[in-house]
């Protein structure tokens, strides 16, 4: 990776919603929101500190599995060197709720994205860094496993 004063990153910011529809929290996005949601231009923080922007989100797009998958510059350094030394390789969505009476969502909107250490959602990581793919899964299991 050539030190360019930024680093390029793309990854998963929210995983497949659950077939069937459902939510595992009231802030987890169903298949018509990932659909919709437009991340490009919001913030990319640390943590969700809001006093530590690290950078800008470039784009967000449905991956081929369903997930909500984004692209972001970082540009604070401590940043850059913490998700090449792999300190900072989740991703983590900040969704604003709109509540109703009875406890209802009326809208959910993502005012942010955040790296951390392990995002809280099942497989939001960044997997790529300057056009190299950095994060993999392999399956080993006889049904989790490709047969060629």
Known sequence: MVATG???IRGVAHPRPPRGGGRRTPADLNAAEIRSTNLTGRPLLNE?????RVGTC???????????????RVTDPAAIRDVKQGKLRG????????MADDGGVLYRGQSELS????????????DTIDNRVMHQTHRASLKGAARR
Do not use: V
């Not at 991703?91 to 709109?98: A, E, I, K, R, V």
């Not at 790296?115 to 960044?126: H, Q, V, Y």
């Open 6 to 8: 930024h680093l390029d």
């Open 48 to 52: 969700h500190n809001h006093d530590a």
């Open 58 to 72: 470039l784009a967000s797009w449905e991956g081929k599995n369903g997930e909500l998958r984004m692209a972001a």
């Open 91 to 98: 991703l983590s969505l900040g969704t604003d709720m709109l």
């Open 115 to 126: 790296i951390c250490a392990e995002g809280k959602r099942p497989g939001t990581w960044i």
